[in-house]
């Protein structure tokens, strides 16, 4: 049943953001602040735009008209109930119209919230509103995204609302096709639209919602919609997403834009507790509100953790967020996720990988590769090139205490010539001490690495060989042609992002153990962690003279030791 009334419910939220009664961050205070002071500003007769409370309850009916489609409540048949948050931004959003045509004021919408607080519900909801209820003729309503399965979800969602309300379907003669949504009542049309879709010329747009624009690593959606807009009174642009990494993207130069507005707001406001720095920027059109964190804020204390999650206790339960935040302040390569996902604060998409002082913590100077004679072994290879460092490490499994843990053991190898003269003043120092085995030359003695590979081959039981393709192609032959058994490993996201996870999380538990190698140190100091928008990871370096060849090959290791394993992993066991 619809809760009554939309607006008071909006404006008992805003006074409840501002008083600090719900906790919130600056830019949600600024929404509310700017909505308030519009309200003061539409008494003026030079204020083009009035607050109608007609247009702004009545999409707000219209949603709680829709069923739940996800979880327990779908099954127990409920219908959406909104939040106050979720008040504020509708009736904002739809009732501020022009004093003089009565079209919608807001053309464009901008909402960025975590992962969790019903995003696509609330956007499938206001889609179809916008397909059936909106007094609109002919009009045409998208789902836009850079593919054709992020372009579907909202799209999918709004599809199985309409199949759970066949009174829906009836009153708007509603035709629910696979690909694409018709409503007879008004000739109006929805679909969902992809880069990698059909043609995008000739479209005239009344509604298109821009789903996760952080994941659009081009302008190119973003241009076909804004343009097919312009030819509608009052259409809307409606962008929801979550935070992101690509700070050069078309997401966060809208978000950017929207800060500026809202920061306007701020800084008319003679309460305002919070310090401005940046531009400000006036568009009347443009509707923002941004959860998130504010700069000063803790991300690993709790009591924060409300202010970028508005659904907190509904739909984003504080027990699962606070495991992802344990979970995340031990692994470093988990923070970024965390931080997007959950928090919803920008963040670069390299970091700092391996907690170093774990990995000294894991340092056994008495361990000794010859204890493991006739054990079985993972032999993994990184050959790089000729005249750069060169990696081969063996990888033992043991089990202790009814835990898999692992035994890493590597030799590096470098031409005596770079040794020499190479810019890492360290070279010499470890050729010296044995860490680094240097062959006479510029290049590398690869008949060397095969004589200790066959070496290996006798000691240990060799169970895998993975290598690296680059370099490696008539080595790999010649090993095979004597039967080893050799393992092309490729340099993937899918084949690097789950043995770094639990590599990192080995080296938390202590279940990694190597022999205090500096050149292998060295090499996982230098390991860049680069997250994509799915939240793998993969090794990069910052610097061409940082070297990551030992840290690869161990990876390449752990990922073929893993493949063999039906263990649960560590790093999701944390």
Same mark, same amino acid.
């Given at each position: 049943?619809?809760?009554?009334?939309y607006?008071?419910?909006?404006?008992?939220?805003?006074?409840d953001v501002?008083?600090?009664?719900?906790?919130?961050?600056?830019?949600?205070?600024?929404?509310?602040?700017r909505?308030q002071?519009?309200?003061?500003?539409?008494?003026?007769?030079d204020?083009?735009?009035?607050?109608?409370?007609v247009?702004?309850?009545?999409?707000?009916?219209f949603l709680?008209?829709m069923?739940?489609?996800?979880?327990?409540?779908?099954?127990n048949g409920?219908?959406?109930?909104?939040?106050?948050?979720?008040?504020?931004?509708?009736?904002?959003?739809?009732?501020?119209?022009?004093?003089?045509?009565?079209?919608r004021?807001?053309?464009?919408?901008y909402?960025? %919230?975590? &992962?969790?607080?019903a995003? /696509?519900?609330?956007s499938?909801?206001? =889609? $179809?509103?916008m397909?059936? #209820? @909106?007094? !609109?003729a002919?009009?045409?309503?998208?789902?836009?995204?850079?593919?054709r399965?992020?372009?579907?979800i909202?799209f999918?969602?709004?599809?199985?609302?309409?199949?759970?309300?066949?009174?829906l379907?009836r009153?708007?003669?509603?035709?629910?096709?696979?690909r694409?949504m018709l409503?007879g009542?008004?000739?109006?049309?929805f679909r969902?639209?992809?880069?990698d879709g059909?043609?995008?010329?000739?479209?005239?747009?009344?509604?298109?919602?821009?789903?996760?624009?952080?994941?659009?690593?081009?302008?190119?959606?973003?241009?076909?919609?804004?343009?097919?807009a312009?030819?509608?009174?009052?259409s809307?642009?409606?962008?929801?997403?979550?935070?992101?990494?690509?700070?050069?993207?078309?997401c966060?130069?809208?978000?950017?834009?929207?800060?500026q %507005?809202? &920061?306007?707001?701020?800084? /008319?406001?003679?309460?305002n507790?919070? =310090? $401005?720095?940046?531009?400000? #920027? @006036?568009? !009347?059109?443009?509707?923002g509100?941004?959860?998130?964190?504010?700069?000063?804020?803790?991300?690993?204390?709790?009591?924060?953790?409300?202010?970028?999650?508005?659904?907190?206790?509904?739909?984003?339960?504080?027990?699962?967020?606070?495991?992802?935040?344990?979970?995340?302040?031990?692994?470093?390569?988990?923070?970024?996720g965390?931080?997007?996902?959950?928090?919803?604060?920008?963040?670069?998409?390299?970091q700092?990988?391996?907690d170093?002082?774990?990995?000294?913590?894991?340092?056994?100077?008495?361990?000794?590769?010859?204890?493991?004679?006739?054990?079985?072994?993972?032999?993994?290879?990184?050959?790089?090139?000729?005249?750069?460092?060169?990696?081969?490490?063996?990888?033992f499994?043991?089990?202790?205490?009814?835990?898999?843990?692992?035994?890493?053991?590597?030799v590096?190898?470098?031409p005596?010539?770079?040794?020499?003269?190479?810019?890492?003043?360290?070279?010499?120092?470890w050729?010296?001490?044995?860490w680094?085995?240097?062959s006479?030359?510029?290049v590398i003695?690869f008949?060397?690495i095969?004589?200790?590979?066959?070496?290996?081959n006798?000691?240990?039981?060799?169970?895998?060989?993975?290598?690296?393709?680059?370099?490696?192609?008539?080595?790999?032959?010649?090993?095979?042609?004597?039967g080893l058994p050799?393992?092309?490993?490729?340099?993937?996201?899918?084949?690097?992002?789950?043995?770094?996870?639990?590599l990192?999380?080995?080296?938390?538990?202590?279940?990694?153990?190597?022999?205090?190698?500096?050149?292998?140190?060295w090499c996982?100091s230098?390991?860049?962690?680069?997250t994509?928008?799915?939240?793998?990871?993969?090794?990069?370096?910052?610097?061409?003279?940082?070297?990551?060849?030992?840290a690869?090959a161990?990876?390449?290791?752990?990922?073929?030791?893993?493949?063999?394993?039906?263990?649960?992993?560590?790093?999701?066991?944390?």
């Amino acid at each position: 049943m619809a809760r009554y009334p939309y607006v008071q419910r909006a404006q008992r939220y805003i006074r409840d953001v501002l008083s600090g009664k719900t906790l919130a961050c600056q830019w949600v205070v600024a929404a509310c602040i700017r909505h308030q002071q519009d309200l003061e500003r539409s008494k003026q007769k030079d204020f083009p735009y009035r607050f109608d409370k007609v247009h702004a309850e009545h999409v707000c009916v219209f949603l709680e008209l829709m069923p739940h489609i996800k979880g327990p409540k779908a099954r127990n048949g409920e219908l959406i109930e909104l939040e106050g948050w979720q008040c504020f931004i509708l009736t904002t959003a739809f009732g501020w119209v022009s004093k003089k045509t009565g079209f919608r004021r807001f053309r464009r919408v901008y909402i960025e %919230v975590p &992962r969790g607080n019903a995003k /696509s519900t609330l956007s499938s909801g206001v =889609a $179809l509103y916008m397909l059936t #209820a @909106d007094g !609109e003729a002919g009009p045409e309503v998208y789902s836009a995204a850079t593919t054709r399965d992020q372009a579907k979800i909202v799209f999918g969602d709004a599809r199985k609302m309409v199949r759970k309300r066949r009174d829906l379907v009836r009153k708007y003669a509603l035709d629910n096709q696979t690909r694409f949504m018709l409503c007879g009542a008004n000739d109006g049309e929805f679909r969902p639209l992809s880069r990698d879709g059909e043609t995008q010329d000739g479209l005239n747009i009344h509604f298109a919602c821009l789903d996760e624009l952080h994941a659009h690593k081009t302008r190119e959606v973003f241009e076909v919609v804004e343009t097919g807009a312009g030819k509608r009174d009052q259409s809307l642009i409606w962008a929801i997403t979550t935070a992101g990494f690509n700070r050069s993207g078309i997401c966060f130069e809208t978000r950017s834009y929207v800060v500026q %507005v809202l &920061r306007k707001a701020l800084a /008319s406001w003679d309460a305002n507790p919070f =310090a $401005l720095k940046g531009d400000l #920027a @006036d568009d !009347e059109q443009q509707f923002g509100i941004i959860y998130t964190l504010d700069d000063q804020d803790d991300w690993t204390d709790p009591a924060v953790w409300q202010k970028a999650n508005p659904n907190w206790g509904i739909s984003v339960m504080p027990d699962y967020v606070g495991g992802l935040a344990h979970k995340a302040m031990q692994l470093v390569s988990a923070q970024n996720g965390f931080k997007t996902k959950h928090l919803n604060l920008w963040v670069n998409a390299d970091q700092a990988w391996m907690d170093m002082r774990a990995w000294d913590a894991c340092a056994d100077y008495d361990l000794s590769v010859d204890d493991f004679e006739a054990e079985e072994c993972i032999l993994s290879l990184d050959l790089a090139s000729k005249v750069d460092l060169a990696v081969r490490l063996r990888l033992f499994r043991r089990v202790v205490d009814g835990k898999t843990h692992y035994f890493v053991f590597p030799v590096f190898y470098l031409p005596q010539k770079q040794v020499e003269e190479s810019g890492n003043a360290q070279y010499e120092g470890w050729a010296a001490d044995g860490w680094i085995k240097a062959s006479e030359g510029d290049v590398i003695d690869f008949g060397m690495i095969e004589d200790d590979i066959l070496d290996d081959n006798e000691a240990f039981n060799l169970a895998g060989v993975p290598y690296d393709p680059w370099q490696a192609t008539q080595l790999s032959q010649r090993m095979r042609d004597k039967g080893l058994p050799m393992r092309e490993y490729g340099q993937t996201v899918a084949n690097m992002s789950e043995p770094m996870k639990e590599l990192e999380a080995l080296v938390l538990l202590r279940r990694l153990h190597h022999d205090g190698n500096p050149v292998l140190a060295w090499c996982i100091s230098n390991v860049v962690c680069h997250t994509d928008a799915k939240e793998n990871i993969y090794p990069r370096k910052e610097r061409a003279e940082n070297k990551i060849d030992g840290a690869v090959a161990l990876i390449m290791a752990l990922g073929s030791a893993l493949s063999d394993e039906s263990d649960e992993l560590a790093y999701e066991g944390m």
